[in-house]
C-alpha cells in the first residue's frame, strides 16, 4: 500500500496554488503540499499493518518513511504538525546535558 503514495506524490509535485507556499515554511524541496495520503479503503489492522488501508507521508524531510495510520488526522493534528520544528527541536536535544544523561558521549 505505502507504493500506492507515488501518485500522492506526483499530486504534491504538480500542485498549483494561489498562496505562496513560503507563507507555510514551503515548498518542501520538489513537493508543494507537505502532507501526503494514500488510502484503499481497508480498515487498520496491526496484524496486517502493510496492507492497511491509510497511509501517511510528511514529506518535509527526505529522511521521513511513510507509515500506515489507524484514522484520519483532524485539521488541528495536521497545523500542530505544520507548526513542528524538527531542526530546533534536534537542536534543543543535542545541547541539552542533562537530557539522558546516561548515554555515552558517541550515542549524544
Known sequence: MSGDLEQAKRYSRD???PVPQSEVGGPWGDYKLPF???TNGRPYLEQLRTASGLWFLDVRRPTNLSRPRREWPSPST????LT???SN???AIRN????APRLREYQR
Request: proline share 0%.
Open 15 to 17: 500542485f498549483a496554488d
Open 36 to 38: 501526503l495520503f494514500a
Open 78 to 81: 495536521l497545523r500542530q504538525l
Open 84 to 86: 513542528n520544528d524538527r
Open 89 to 91: 527541536a534536534d537542536d
Open 96 to 99: 541539552d546535558s542533562s537530557f
